[in-house]
């Protein structure tokens, strides 16, 4: 039996979860003429038949209201030296700052941007859509898988990308 009153502390339990690996990527969206991405280190391989891969959006984020509207995303598997890249997702808003236009990109399928330089890449189809706490999970349907340059992939450590970043983790 569990205590549904218990929670745990927020400093241990913040510290806890930054422990958990997770590859750094930026998803992409579109939406009519409108490109989005995003820094996202929720992203996950849920089924293998079909090939299915899930990605966790925040409700704030300019990039989760073009990913209600659309019927595909990218997914850009950022390598170990895209550190620039990720904060460029990860701190600015596409709503101030055309990401797009600051790095060589790719339109995959029909228009969705995707990285033009990085370990791996997807294009995928919208299967469902769920909302868990703050953030909505998308999963979408794998319908275009490339390794690009198969470099390790940039993993989130603490509060950035890199260890020991003062300036990110403060």
């Known amino acids: ?82 550190v620039p890249e990720a904060r460029l997702f990860g701190l600015k808003s596409q709503r101030d700052v055309d990401k797009w236009a600051e790095v060589d990109h790719e339109l995959l399928g029909e228009g969705i941007p995707a990285l033009k330089q990085c370990t791996a890449r997807f294009l995928c189809r919208v299967q469902g859509v769920f909302q868990t706490g703050d953030h909505d999970c998308f999963v979408g349907e794998i319908l275009l898988a490339e390794e690009i340059d198969g470099a390790p992939a940039l993993l989130m450590r603490g509060g950035d990308y890199t260890p020991g970043d003062d300036e990110i983790n403060n």
């Open 1 to 82: 039996m569990t205590d549904s009153s218990y929670r745990p502390d927020q400093k241990a339990l913040d510290t806890a979860l930054r422990l958990i690996p997770a590859p750094v990527a930026i998803v992409g969206a579109r939406k009519g003429e409108v490109m989005g991405g995003l820094t996202a280190a929720w992203v996950t391989r849920v089924s293998i038949e079909p090939a299915l891969l899930l990605v966790s959006i925040g409700h704030e984020r300019f990039t989760y209201e073009l990913m209600q509207e659309s019927d595909h995303f990218t997914v850009s598997i950022l390598a170990e030296g895209q």
